[in-house]
């Protein structure tokens, strides 16, 4: 039984969701030796969240942004937590609906990913960000 | 310490919410083994979800259902990912919003869940579908 | 390699977003032995969640309670399940947006959360209530 850790920096692009699945894989060549694990990924932020979705057609990105900026709206009348911009409260709310931590199996050597699966990064701030990313592996090796 | 992993297949009914805590335990008879531990369910789709909520009142599972429906609405003037249908990406939506992976505590042999938990696979899409779920167990056994 | 799990009882505040974390952490004095690993947080119930968001800013909580008041309203006439009270399943639904388990790395004897981030629990229903989280610790020991 092996566990190994390591912090992972993104610069995520402006406001939007984009697909991180080969960064992580590409800093983690360690797990190609498990037979057998978890893959724990863990965002150290509260305006920004990772998520799992489609991995082909750009739109579902957009859409997706687009859904969240209707549904999680700026300029709330009641929002009082608002000194850091009007985008800051919104990306708070997302990072609670959204969430920051996931746990994908590690099935022989690779992410047990399903076909259409990709590791999204949510960057709920107007502007990019520099964000980490903290990624645990713990599994049975060959 | 020990891992054990396993893929389960459930065929999903039509869009809503059906608690399937029976049929996962059912598949994973080695559990009984474990005194501490833990139990990782991964759903490899991005237009279901898999979540934890009411066991008993069947209701509960309606007015999800009628909630996600009228806050979560089929064309919204804005999407563009809608080739695959009017309930596509609603279901992409929902997937981000509700989760695709849980982790559940193992105690003395059973998953620790509160009384009035079960586990719910979230159907997004109108028609029944084949859903992959990794199960993953890692404790200490007996 | 090590387990350790521990049941830990909070009395919730009426409804809102309080955060946790120092009641977690002095329950869990074990994690200061440990070099790397996970702390896994898994809340017994369906009407409150746990999330992590900003520990800083009390109107964070405050504008977070006041949005999920406004987007998964009471009384929505499609509703069914209301013998419990008005906020009953209001809560429910929360609990599937919000989600009731976290993985939080360990690293070097403390849990490895960002500068502002901080352990929430989130009260759904109107009254305080005693809340179960089942805390499991896994990891490697210096």
């Known amino acids: ?3 190994s850790q390591k912090e992972i920096e993104i610069v995520s692009q402006k406001k939007g969701f984009s697909i ?3 960064v992580i894989i590409e800093q983690l060549s360690d797990i190609k030796n498990y ?6 990924l863990f965002l150290k932020h509260t305006s920004a ?3 799992i979705n489609e991995n082909a057609d750009p739109t579902v990105r957009e859409d997706l942004l687009n859904y969240f900026e209707k549904y999680v709206p700026e300029n709330e009348p009641y929002y009082k937590h608002t000194f850091e911009g009007s985008d800051d409260m919104p990306a708070h709310i997302k990072s609670t609906i959204i969430g920051n931590n996931l746990t994908i199996p590690i099935s022989n050597g690779k992410i047990e990913l399903g076909t259409w699966q990709g590791i999204y990064l949510c ?4 502007n990019p960000h520099r964000r980490k990313i903290v990624a645990t592996i713990n599994g ?3």
Chains 1, 2, 3 share one sequence.
């Open 123 to 126: 960057e709920h701030r107007n």
């Open 49 to 51: 969240s990772i998520s």
């Open 140 to 142: 049975e090796k060959f």
């Open 20 to 22: 991180i699945t080969d």
């Open 1 to 3: 039984m092996s566990f």
């Open 35 to 40: 037979k057998i694990g978890i893959l724990y």
